[in-house]
């Protein structure tokens, strides 16, 4: 099976602080991707990553940029924290394709003070 | 313009009654269509995927769905519904990238 792995399921943070969520794939999965998830809208892609190093900006990325220095790892980071910032993150994997079934860690629920 | 949708964004049914959430999309051609469900506080489980072939599709916990090219839909379908379905269900899209619908939300009383 594959397992997604996210650093934290909650998190509360402080206006200006630079916050790093975390993310880690056990199945060698070549693409990445960061969602926010809030009520009434879905899923929001912020980044996706096809491979280490290489990524993408996806819907709403301002405010946002990511890591990818390993490939089982991709890494959101808020530069600077805001209010508008207080969701639920999700972080994904898919084997080759971005169409291709992603598969989800537990999310982490950002609270942003 | 592409997109996908859930008209329900809130459903309720009774305990053993049966179930159809509802999916449509806006695609040039067939795309992968996937149904996910959510569980309060968690990550999003694939329920079943649709890529080709035969348009009824079989996944996990009972529910099936159906690729209707003609309608455009892939309406998820399960034939008594437990306590335990009660959950966020979202509807997906794959063609060139994902696209997901917002979600309709399932009550089950007892």
């Known amino acids: 099976d594959v397992k997604v792995t996210q650093s934290s399921r909650y998190l509360v943070k402080r206006t200006g602080e630079k916050v790093f969520l975390e993310c880690v794939q056990d199945m060698d999965h070549e693409n990445m991707f960061w969602y926010r998830q809030d009520p009434g809208l879905g899923l929001r892609l912020i980044y996706f990553s096809y491979d280490v190093k290489m990524k993408e900006k996806g819907d709403i990325p301002e405010g946002y940029s990511v890591s990818r220095e390993k490939k089982e790892r991709f890494s959101l980071i808020l530069e600077s924290a805001s209010t508008n910032q207080t969701s639920m993150y999700l972080c994904?994997?898919?084997?080759?394709?971005?169409?291709?079934?992603?598969?989800f860690g537990p999310g982490t629920r950002l609270l942003v003070l | 313009a592409q997109s996908v949708t859930q008209p329900d964004i809130h459903i309720t049914v009774s305990e053993g009654a049966s179930l159809e959430l509802r999916c449509n999309y806006s695609y040039g051609a067939t795309p992968y269509l996937f149904w996910y469900v959510q569980s309060p506080g968690q990550g999003l489980q694939l329920l079943l995927k649709y890529f080709s072939g035969d348009t009824l599709v079989q996944g996990i916990k009972g529910f099936e769905a159906e690729f209707k090219r003609s309608q455009s839909s892939f309406n998820l379908r399960k034939p008594s519904v437990h306590w335990s379905d009660a959950a966020e269900y979202f509807c997906a899209v794959g063609y060139n990238d994902m696209r997901f619908g917002a979600g309709t939300r399932l009550t089950v009383k007892p």
């Open positions: 994904a994997s898919s084997f080759r394709q971005r169409q291709e079934t992603q598969y």
